[in-house]
């Protein structure tokens, strides 16, 4: 929308239907080893103390790249400064990132995904992994800059991980263009307030879906025809 990289120009003619979750929160995972070699404690570390990390920010071009990119501008670095102190930045997805850190390819990832999700938890049982803090300073500056959330990894979801975690959420939105008519967007967006719970029943992890997250959005302006269902139930 706002026209950064890799988009060309912002894009104007967006509009919500509807949010459908804002939980899957930013997890930074390192090597509990490398970790203790460098004094890696949160993840502003990895960056004040030019640690020679080899991580994995996802795939380039993704929300999760871009994020973790922000996150590190915000801690005062860059990916550049990264392989300039004798780390990598890998792109790579899920899967790919989570056999390069259980080989021990990779010192570090960084993924918004739901918390517990295979991706991480498995790579934990198989090598000693630490789950990073993120500081205050950077959650406030990425979360009012990119509109994410903050959000909080309760200690224990990882048996490796015994602290309550304070980090970022990234959220998915129902979106289409304002092209779309008023009366196809009107009948999408009370459908789903009409059938919130076939859409909260359809995986454990949409569980926490409902009515008023639908009509949440601060980031995309909403369709007017969803603007006008979510308006007839009293959610905006």
């Known amino acids: 929308m706002a026209g950064k990289k890799p988009f060309k120009k912002a894009a104007n003619d967006l509009r919500a239907i509807a949010v459908l979750y804002d939980w ?31 991580i994995s920010v996802n795939k380039r071009g993704l929300v999760v790249s871009q994020v973790i990119e922000a996150m590190v501008e915000a801690a005062g670095g860059s990916f550049e400064g990264i392989r300039k102190a004798g780390g990598q930045v890998v ?5 790919e990132m989570s056999n390069l850190i259980k080989d021990r390819r990779i010192d570090a990832m960084g993924n918004a995904i739901f918390v517990r999700h295979r991706s991480i938890r498995q790579p934990g049982d198989a090598v000693p992994l630490k789950l990073l803090n993120i500081s205050e300073s950077i959650i406030a500056k990425v979360s009012k800059d990119l509109k994410i959330n903050r959000y909080t990894v309760k200690g224990g979801s990882y048996k490796w991980a015994p602290k309550d975690i304070n980090t970022i959420a990234l959220s998915a939105q129902l979106v289409t263009l304002d092209t779309l008519s008023d009366e196809d967007a009107h009948n999408i967006a009370k459908a789903l307030v009409d059938h919130s719970d076939k859409m909260s029943g359809v995986h454990k992890a949409m569980k926490a879906l409902n009515t008023k997250l639908m009509a949440s959005s601060q980031s995309t302006p909403y369709h007017k025809g969803a603007e006008r269902a979510y308006k007839a139930a009293g959610l905006r």
Do not use: C, W, Y
């Not at 995972?29 to 080899?54: M, S, Y």
């Not at 792109?91 to 899967?95: G, L, N, P, V, Y």
């Open 24 to 54: 899957a929160p930013m997890q930074i995972v390192v090597n509990q080893d490398f970790a203790k070699e460098h004094g890696i404690n949160d993840f502003a570390d990895l960056i004040t103390k030019k640690a020679p990390v080899r």
């Open 91 to 95: 792109f790579a997805a899920s899967k």
